[in-house]
């Protein structure tokens, strides 16, 4: 179909709110597209569609409207993430994380509605929690730092940065390994732990302006996955936070992920989404390539030949693996009422994250080989594409961790733990 939004492509029963949410990301691709070579060569983030970002008010694309935002849910996210990274991947996942930073306004709503705060922590956390979402409606970009350079063997992620207490706020002290948009966000949404405390009970957030005293960026790094990004990450040095841009309210985190069907991220199937879309990119790319070239002898489509057939087959699977992975989480999180439980969502996802974004891959490397020497560029969509999608092999964990991890779950019925304490 003709009129058919990019976003339709993954989320295809849109509502009509959705289809006129996807509108609005919809006129944002042609801008984004523009620069998406460019933002892969510099390795930079282009500036300028924060402000394309921003004016078309989709930096509030899931805060709820009665906090001003456009009131979208994980499927508008997907499906924006999703036509996004078809436009340039880059972007699209720096929106990703600034968008993850909404599980920190709606997670604590909805424990404050399930009553797992006492009386008098209710309004700390719920000024805290509308702080973010009318922040993100209003067009404040927000960079969500929870990962961290220091691993543990028995969390995906470990949180080292550490909090102390000090007259009027907090002093924060760490390193933040990975998150986009650094030095480009107005905010970071940083994660640390209460000093002194081991458990996750001692996990807390704070919101630090990007050119707060003490925050510095980490060196460039000329990595492989989406370049322009701006993913090197912060250093910060005894950075003072008042107490109202604090949530540190002891259990506050782990009350929050009660309420969550997925990860502690947010919203995270909607990174694997930025993945998708950039294989369906390279594949449009390559097929119309592929018709549109012929053999000088026969003045058939190249297309047409029994080697490229079977690598065009390969890549057709290898894209549908990923839209029915990707569709089967996306329903497991958002439908209503659920039909699976917390544990089963969070073993189908570990499996899931890592099978769309290894077939995700799986088309970038099939479009190399059906595309030949003269396209094995670095600076040309299948260099690009094989570039950006390579990152999902890595990123937080690689498949063969997540199918650990969902063995671990479905056959001793007790997750993995998300985080652990670092000394």
Known sequence: MADRLTGEKLVDDMTVEEKARAALVEQVLPALRAKAEQADRDGAFPREHIDTLREAGLLGLIVPEEYGGLGGTLRDLAAATYAMGSACPSTA?????????????????EAIESGLFADDEVPVVRAFAEKVLRLMSGGTWLANFASESVKSSSANIAIATTAVAVDGGWELTGEKSFGCATGIADHYLVTARLDGTETADGLVMFLVPRDAPGVTERPFWDGLGMRGSANHGIKLDRVFIPEEDALTVPGAFVKMLQCSRGSFVGNQLAITAVYVGAAQGVYDDTLERLTGKTFADTGRSIAESPMHQVIIGNMTENLETAYLWLRRQLLLETCEPPIATKSEVYAQWRIAKGSICQAAFD??????????TSNATMNGVVGRALRDLSMGLVMTFPPERGRLEAASVITSSKANELFASVK
């Open 93 to 109: 996942l720096a929106f990703f994380f600034h968008n993850t930073s909404a599980s920190r306004g709606l997670l604590p709503l």
């Open 363 to 372: 088309v970038a490397v099939n479009a190399l080989k059906a595309s030949g």
